[in-house]
Nanobody, 129 residues
C-alpha cells in the first residue's frame, strides 16, 4: 500500500512559477511509476506528466508530458525522499486546476488515469491574469 500527499499549490500570476511536491509512502518507491493529473472546474481529469522506468526490466527513467505543458513543466523525483516534483514555469490561466499525484507499483509509462493505483488528495493551483 502507498499513501500520497501533495503540497506546494497556491495562487500565482500568469508567467509565474510554482513547484508541487508529492511525498509517497512505500518501500519500493524507486520502481513506482509516478504521474501528475489535473482537473479544472467542469472538466475531466487530464494527464499532465509521468515519470517511470520503462517496465519491469527497465533501468532508465523516462518522462512523458502532455502537449499543453511541454517546455513549461518538468517532472522529477528524489528516490531518497520518496518524493516526486512538478516544476511549473510560465504558468497560464488555463493551468488553473486541482493537481493530483498518482502512483503505479508496476513501472510503466501510461497516460490513462485508470493505470494508476494510488492517488493523493489534490492541491489547488490558481493562475491569475
Amino acid at each position: 500500500q502507498a499513501q500520497l500527499v501533495e503540497s506546494g499549490g497556491g495562487l500565482v500570476q500568469a508567467g509565474g512559477s510554482l513547484r508541487l511536491s508529492c511525498a509517497a509512502s512505500g518501500r519500493t518507491f524507486s520502481r513506482y511509476a509516478m504521474a501528475w493529473f489535473r482537473q479544472a472546474p467542469g472538466k475531466e481529469r487530464a494527464f499532465v506528466a509521468a515519470h517511470s522506468l520503462t517496465g519491469t526490466g527497465g533501468s532508465i527513467y523516462y518522462a512523458d508530458y502532455a502537449d499543453s505543458v511541454k517546455g513549461r513543466f518538468t517532472i522529477s523525483r528524489d528516490n531518497g525522499k520518496n518524493t516526486v516534483y512538478l516544476q511549473m514555469n510560465n504558468l497560464k490561466p488555463e493551468d488553473t486546476a486541482v493537481y493530483y499525484c498518482a502512483a503505479r507499483k508496476t513501472p510503466a509509462l501510461f497516460r490513462s488515469s485508470t493505470a494508476y493505483e494510488y492517488w493523493g488528495q489534490g492541491t489547488q493551483v490558481t493562475v491569475s491574469t
